[in-house]
């Protein structure tokens, strides 16, 4: 589980950064 939050942390951070939030409904998602 713990790599599992790791990854998707990372992915959101990423998404965040490089989206400016953008799609929020993915960060959502995840």
Do not use: M
């Amino acid at each position: 589980k713990d790599e599992h939050e790791s990854v998707s942390s990372a992915r959101k951070t990423i998404i965040f950064k490089g989206h400016l939030f953008e799609e929020p409904e993915i960060s959502s998602s995840t």
